[in-house]
């Protein structure tokens, strides 16, 4: 395999994870229970009735994941909080025992020359918050700025890149819309609420945090091209209607101060918002965090479907029957993950392009919050773990952001996702997603062939 092309000076190049997914400890130091908690203790949510609870035990062996950060040669770290481990109930003092484990963490990182990328949210509402209404409730998003304002008292300055939430679309589909997520809502379009109030809690949110530190914040969402399974101008619209719920809804209040058209979702417009509330959702940003999968293959209702990869695919053949204005088509003629999901590495370059396009000036500089791919990797008989299909998947992944690059994107970072295999939510541990092989049993850390091939990629840059 060739070495990668050349990147910008000051790339960031590291890997992802999230706190519910690598923590453990959900009941040290006075960490409260998040809806992640709840929704995993009631039988058939998860795979196999899998939990967090123990997950990676990255809360005790921390140390030891920031050496193989160090051993990988990233120059960056992106990770969340637990919000539950900072404000129990979600309101309130701190407690000062959460902040301390994020302290220590960071300056860690920072002992190390790895800048640490912080999310504030990443699906872990305190159930005290949710019991109140969750997101669906407006006083949620006031919280959250409250709760921001927290952290960044601790931790202002040394991070080097806030992310506010990660991935809204995921978390109002998966986990309001069709439940199949926490909170397990299953509320289909009248969960759209927990779309403004989610957007509404980031803009207070960023305000908190301007008054705090002079680091960039940003925001991450997953995006996916949006294909049409033909060039009927029924599947045009399909398409249409797809990317807006996918791509736009959460983009162009961001980027734009409005939401996008969601007529054909026999939506006039989004409940809940007041005067002004597009003003603090549209505050400048200075980065916007993009997760990749894959692209997504819809078809005008009726056309059949149900079974592709769009974002809502875990709702399966049901889609059909839901009366949405698209149907899911499965995307034929490539690789696919463990997962099911289709390799496609030109689908980012196509997605950073066309969000350049679609944004223009409004667009701030772009930064890969998570790309990765899940395989069923496993230790061999000489201690080693083989996963080509990863490597491949990185190889060409990371070429496309360099050609999007060469295109004139303004890309600034790229994070595998993720560091360690861990819980992977509805699935449970049964996507393994990591450069390091986790043994759930011992907890012992294996770097995959993967991670070894990033390493000396990275090392031939230095
Ligand atoms: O594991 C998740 C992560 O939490 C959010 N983005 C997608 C990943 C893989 O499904």
Known sequence: MDPLPAFPEGFLFGTATAAYQIEGAVREDGRGPSIWDTFCAEPGR????????????????????LELMSALGANGYRFSVAWTRVQPDGTGRADPRGLDFYEALVDGLLDRGIAPALTLYHWDLPQALQDAGGWMHRDTAHRFAEYAGLVADRLGDRIALWITLNEPFVHLTYGHSLGVHAPGETLLLDSLPAAH????????????????????????????????????????????????????????PLLLGRYPDLTAFGVDAVPGVRDGDLDAIAAPLDALGVNYYNPVRVAAPG?????????????????DGLGLPFVDVPIEGTPVTAFGWPVVPDGLRELLVGMRDRYGAALPPLVITENGCSADDAVGPDGTVDDPDRIAFLDG??????????????????????????????????????????????QRRTPKASFHWLRDQLRLRS
Do not use: M
């Open 46 to 65: 998860v795979r196999d009735g899998h939990t967090g609870d123990r997950a990676c035990d990255h809360y005790h062996r921390w140390p030891e994941d």
């Open 197 to 252: 109030h989610q957007l509404l809690g980031h803009g207070l949110a960023v305000a908190a945090l301007r008054e705090r530190t002079t680091s960039p914040i940003a925001l991450t969402n997953n995006h996916a091209p949006v294909w049409a399974a033909s060039g009927s101008p029924e599947d045009a619209a399909a398409v249409r209607a797809y990317d807006a719920l996918h791509n736009r809804l959460f983009t162009d």
């Open 303 to 319: 056309r059949g479907g149900g079974e592709g990869p769009s974002g809502l695919s875990e709702a399966g053949p049901e889609l």
């Open 397 to 442: 992944h990371l070429r496309a952001v360099h050609r999007a690059i060469e295109e004139g994107v303004d890309v600034r970072g790229y994070f595998v996702w993720s560091l360690l295999d861990n819980f992977e939510w509805s699935e449970g541990y049964h996507q393994r997603f990591g450069l390091v092989h986790v043994d759930f049993t011992t």
